[in-house]
């Protein structure tokens, strides 16, 4: 295209559009007008997304590359054999057993709280169709999912599902400004509600303005009305911040996520809620302090601490500076008779 004043005028037009189509798109929330658009979207990117997922992964290439090879089967043999030498590297890969690691422990937090999930990847980061924190899996509508399902992972509340498409779906991650849930205080059962700020800890009011919280206390999901968006007991974190108490209704605490946003792999997308509330037995046990050694040091007398008493020695040595006693009678004659007069001493005269 030349460039002339009339391009000039498309292109100044067409960026006032889309700065136009974005700020009704952050206003309208979920009720968007382009919320169609999206979905749209979801199911046209959404296999082009899993598709580079899988033009990434070793194994997919070698898989596909064995579909894909037709009539030749000696390329057919070369590589199953290439595919199956991969796979016992992979096998012994740091990052292969840390992604079993990561998946046996959001077993474990989905059995705690009796939660029926759906596994999935994270194959995308970021949504297309936005600027939202949002991460992009490879479940869909297929699979069962539907929106406004709980996200999480072995750690705890990841986000809840937006958009839908038949073989993806958009989730809003937790940390996100536009992302708020119920929150309920371990033990003390105090109220809040919680807010996304990016990457800084999450900011959580709390209903009662004189509830009593310190640094360390852990809050978990609440629920909402027919386990929609959120199941209850899911674990959210752990507040690092309280503001004082001014005397207002409520109170602002800031939690950091148990859930780190930007490692997210391995994921489970809520699609059955429990029976009963969980409350606090998703949470994992509380770490106990190590406690400090104390030494206690005890004095044992010597075989000689005798010898001190009185500046004087039981060995039998006598002090050579020692002056002997006048009035000591070392040989006391057997046949004296005390003299009453004398205070005790010996008559030593006849």
């Known amino acids: ?69 037709g009539a030749r089967h000696n390329r057919i043999a070369v590589l199953q054999k290439e595919n199956t030498e991969l796979k016992q590297r992979l096998g012994s890969d740091d990052r292969n ?84 849930v119920g929150t309920r205080m371990e033990s003390s059962d105090e109220l809040g509600f919680a807010t996304g700020q990016g990457d800084r800890p999450l900011s959580v009011q709390l209903l009662n303005g004189k509830a009593k919280i310190k640094k360390g206390d852990r809050l978990v999901t609440f629920g909402s ?6 199941v209850p007991g899911v674990p959210v974190g752990e507040v690092v911040q309280v503001d004082p108490s001014g005397g207002d209704l409520t109170r602002t605490v800031y939690v950091r996520p148990f859930v780190g946003f930007t490692k997210l792999d391995l994921v489970g997308v809520v699609v059955e809620a429990p029976r009963q509330d969980p409350r606090d ?12 050694p104390t030494v206690t040091v005890t004095v044992t007398p010597s075989a000689n601490a005798d010898t001190e008493v009185n500046g004087e020695a039981d060995t039998g040595n006598p002090d050579p500076n020692a002056r002997p006693d006048a009035n000591a009678n070392a040989n006391p004659d057997p046949n004296a008779n005390p003299d009453p007069n004398a205070n005790g001493q010996a008559d030593d005269q006849e």
């Open 225 to 230: 009305s027919k386990d929609r968006p959120f």
């Open 1 to 69: 295209m030349r460039d002339t004043r009339e391009s000039r005028l498309l292109l100044v037009l067409l960026i006032a559009i889309a700065f136009a189509l974005i700020t009704v798109d952050i206003r309208g929330g979920e009720d968007s007008p382009v919320e169609g658009a999206r979905h749209a979207a979801a199911t046209v990117l959404g296999p082009v997304e899993n598709g580079v997922a899988s033009a990434v992964n070793p194994v997919g290439n070698a898989i596909g590359a064995v579909r894909d090879s």
């Open 281 to 292: 037995t998703v949470l994992p046990p509380k770490s106990q302090p190590t406690p400090t």
């Open 97 to 180: 057993r840390s992604r079993v690691r990561e998946l046996d422990k959001m077993l474990a937090t989905a059995g705690a709280g009796q939660y029926g999930i759906k596994g999935a990847e994270v194959i995308a980061i970021g949504a297309a169709q936005g600027f939202s924190w949002t991460v992009t899996i490879n479940i869909g509508a297929n699979d069962g999912i539907t929106r406004d399902m709980t996200v999480l992972n072995g750690d705890g509340l990841v986000g809840r599902v937006t958009t839908v498409g038949p073989s993806t779906a958009t989730v809003l991650l937790a940390n996100d400004p536009d992302f708020t």
